[in-house]
């Protein structure tokens, strides 16, 4: 940071213009080798002595509009309609989600295995058709044999053990990095509250130390009276 | 374990949130709090810090990670309070004296040691303060609620204003003085 007149150490006797190195000073963001020397200013200089004073009362002004905390506020994010879904999704028990997409699996699987079907069907030549009798073809075309059938049920077994693995991964994950982030905001408000209970303490502290002062400045005047009441007491005694 | 903001927005860019959620409770309280001492009302300032928290998240993919996301944050909320500003400009002024309720609620609670004179005198202390800091130009009042009450060095204040550090000396000097001014007149009363 720059400061314009920083050897400016001597006795100042008109309007001195160190405005800059004033705030830097007061606001402790000059050096330390910095605030010596603008400390030995201050020391000949009137006027940025009785400015630094002014400023200092200003600021203890300024901290009496102080407030300890902010309402809670309820700040609304709107989702996309994907996020929406993702959230309803992640509403459901870990079952609950693996149930679904092992039936989303399912049926995926089974509207493959449909169109495949259909496909095969679909590669019958027209001669075969002419020539079988209509309930003949569609038998042909869905008949598999027992290998085929083998094969088939065990590629559907694996698609959906792995489909389901990978769901209850991804919901796993999900869960995992959701608790990471209500960790991090519970131990980011646990911050704050001890923030806050800091605060009240010296706010207590300082309070506790007017309200002493407060007493000890009362404490002539209640002797007085108390004196005065007992003057009173002899003296109607005497009587 | 605690996320940086840089972290939480990440996240949120991924598609998380929660993530945001925590930003905003992080962020909630001086976003709300220098709301307020800009415009005076609650009411103002929770707008405001609904306002700003929304266009940080529609705008969040196009945050630079090479500045403070605070920066960024209070960069928004100021400019929704100028907005507002300008908006209160061609409407007629309210007095700060009516707006004590609103104001009064969110101060120091009234503390058991504390007693009723001591508690008046520091509300009506209060009341000047805010009074004084309300009559000032609000590119004077912003840098002096930044640097008192959020504690903001000249440069992070220079990052939120798009203005030279020097600029920000000035109007802070200028600002304090024209309180100081103010204030001196009233020292009796406070």
């Avoid at chain 1, 150490?9 to 000073?25: F, N, P, S």
Wanted: glycine residues 4%; aromatic residues 6%; hydrophobic residues 40%.
């Amino acid at each position: 940071m720059k400061h314009e007149s920083s050897n400016q150490t001597g006795k100042q006797t008109g309007k001195c213009e160190r405005h800059e190195d004033l705030l830097d000073y007061l606001y402790e963001e000059m050096s330390s080798q910095q605030a010596a020397t603008f400390a030995e200013h201050l020391g000949a200089c009137p006027t940025c002595t009785t400015e630094l004073q002014g400023l200092q009362r200003l600021r203890t002004d300024l901290r009496a509009w102080d407030f300890v905390a902010a309402p809670s506020l309820e700040i609304v994010i709107p989702r996309s309609p994907w996020q929406a879904l993702k959230e309803c999704f992640q509403l459901f028990p870990l079952w609950g989600r693996g149930a679904f997409a092992l039936s989303a699996a399912a049926a995926t699987l089974l509207m493959a295995f449909g169109a495949f079907s259909l496909m095969r069907g679909a590669t019958v030549s027209p001669a075969n058709i002419v020539a079988v009798p209509s309930t003949t073809t569609v038998t042909q075309t869905v008949a598999l044999t027992p290998e085929i059938k083998a094969q088939v049920e065990a590629q559907v077994a694996a698609t959906v053990t792995t489909t389901v693995a990978k769901a209850v991964e991804q919901a796993v994950a999900q869960e995992r990095q959701s608790l990471r982030t209500q960790m991090a905001a519970f131990e980011s408000r646990t911050a704050e509250q001890q923030v806050r209970v800091q605060t009240v303490a010296r706010q207590l502290r300082e309070l506790q130390t007017r309200h002493d002062a407060l007493l000890a400045e009362q404490q002539p005047s209640l002797r007085r009276l108390m004196a005065e009441y007992s003057d009173t007491g002899n003296a109607n005694n005497e009587r | 374990m605690e996320f940086s903001d840089n972290q939480l927005i990440e996240q949120t860019l991924a598609g998380e949130t929660d993530a945001f959620s925590a930003l905003v409770h992080r962020w909630e309280r001086q976003i709300y709090g220098l709301s307020f001492r800009m415009l005076g009302r609650d009411e103002d300032a929770r707008d405001v810090c609904q306002e700003t928290f929304l266009a940080a998240f529609r705008n969040l993919s196009k945050f630079r990670g090479d500045a403070k996301f605070s920066s960024w944050l209070y960069r928004i909320a100021l400019n929704a309070c100028h907005t507002r500003l300008r908006k209160q400009g061609t409407m007629p002024a309210r007095s700060i004296d009516q707006e004590d309720e609103d104001g009064r609620k969110f101060e120091l609670p009234d503390l058991l040691s504390e007693s009723v004179p001591d508690r008046l005198h520091h509300d009506q202390r209060a009341r000047i303060v805010r009074k004084a800091l309300q009559a000032l130009p609000a590119e004077m009042r912003q840098v002096i609620i930044m640097k008192e009450y959020h504690e903001m060095t000249f440069a992070e204040i220079a990052d939120v204003t798009r203005t030279p550090v020097s600029t920000v000396k000035s109007r802070l000097y200028t600002g304090l003085q024209q309180m100081r001014a103010r204030l001196e007149k009233q020292r009796a009363v406070i």
